[in-house]
């Protein structure tokens, strides 16, 4: 069910309706970005936009007032951000290959990989072309890697790694570009692993369980903290040019229970587009104390890889408020 008015849409059914706007953030003029990486949201319901531009962090509050600025000059190719219990942000950089640990104001605790200098490709050495973290229930972070590798890769809260799994492929396991991971409070580990159109599903060992089908280039993943009761996932559309106009495809947003059964669906069954109710890249997501989700896009990238050739409109939303009513 859909119901648009000029400036928004209300989508989706049950009790998973949002009001999805695309004008909610109050960027400062000469402060614009390209594209949003991720999405992080605090105690307090501020949100951290983890952005590829000048001003690589910006916070905002919960009515998309904005508040701080920060990373400027740290942060080449902003990727992925974690919230994380302890009120710190674990940022990945895949321009950078690393993964920076973060004070909510800019400080960085811990780097790990080497800065600029990525790992061979498909070495299944840290890191190449880094996507995500996640954090275990016992505090290890684990993180998907990535675009130039094919691997995920458990840590220790102080920076030690523990071990890696994965390697190319379609098998249970294997990986054709983990792009996204998340963990639940009983220590199931949630990989969107993009191109083979699937989120598997591992212990904290790594050894595969089972695995979510029926999505679409699962990009972004966003579990609530706690027991797992959903999880939301941003699917990209689809890029070859035989199936680009293809409609049920996406760009969407999908909600699944625990089991991976489908919730709610948000987006245009007609596929990509600028206006309120349409995506063309959900990239990154986080969801707030009161049930509204923040979707970051990557959206100069998505329209190139969906209209190759057309202009990209002006302006183009990257970072949209689903409302929940």
């Not at 990945?92 to 290959?97: A, P």
């Not at 570009?177 to 993009?194: L, T």
């Not at 990209?236 to 059964?261: A, E, F, H, Y």
């Amino acid at each position: 069910m859909s119901v648009t008015t000029q400036e928004s849409v209300v989508m989706g059914k049950g009790e998973y309706r949002y009001e999805i706007t695309n004008d909610w953030a109050k960027v400062p003029k000469g402060m614009e970005w390209k594209e949003v990486g991720s999405v992080a949201v605090d105690h307090k319901d501020q949100v951290y936009v983890f952005c590829r531009g000048p001003h690589p962090m910006m916070v905002f509050d919960k009515d998309g007032n904005f508040l701080r600025s920060w990373g400027e000059g740290i942060f080449p190719r902003a990727h992925g951000a974690f919230f994380a219990p302890d009120e710190t942000l674990w940022l990945t950089d895949d321009g950078d290959h690393t993964v920076k640990h973060c004070t909510l104001d800019g400080k960085v605790l811990m780097t790990m990989g080497i800065p600029g200098k990525p790992a061979p490709y498909m070495s299944q050495e840290p890191f190449n072309r880094c996507t995500h973290t996640a954090m275990s229930p016992e505090g290890d972070i684990y993180v998907s890697d990535g675009y130039g590798n094919a691997r995920i890769h458990k840590y220790s809260p102080n920076g030690k790694l523990l071990f890696s799994w994965g390697e190319p492929g379609t098998e249970p396991g294997q990986f054709n570009i983990p792009h996204n991971i998340c963990c639940d409070a009983d220590g199931w580990v949630y990989v969107a692993d993009r191109e083979s159109h699937r989120v598997q599903i591992f212990n904290g060992k790594g050894k595969y369980e089972t695995q979510w089908n029926n999505l679409h280039r699962p990009s972004g993943l966003y579990m609530p903290p706690g027991k797992c009761k959903v999880c939301y996932i941003g699917e990209c559309g689809p890029t070859q040019s035989v199936n680009r106009k293809s409609p049920n495809l996406g760009p969407r947003v999908s909600i699944v229970d625990n089991k991976g059964n489908l919730l709610a669906r948000i987006g245009d069954i007609k596929g990509a587009g600028a206006k309120p109710g349409q995506f063309v890249s959900p990239h990154g997501m986080a969801v707030d104390s009161r049930g509204d989700v923040y979707v970051g896009e990557v959206g100069v990238t998505g329209w190139g890889n969906l209209f190759p050739g057309e202009p990209v409109p002006q302006p183009l939303c990257t970072l949209r408020k689903m409302t929940k009513v």
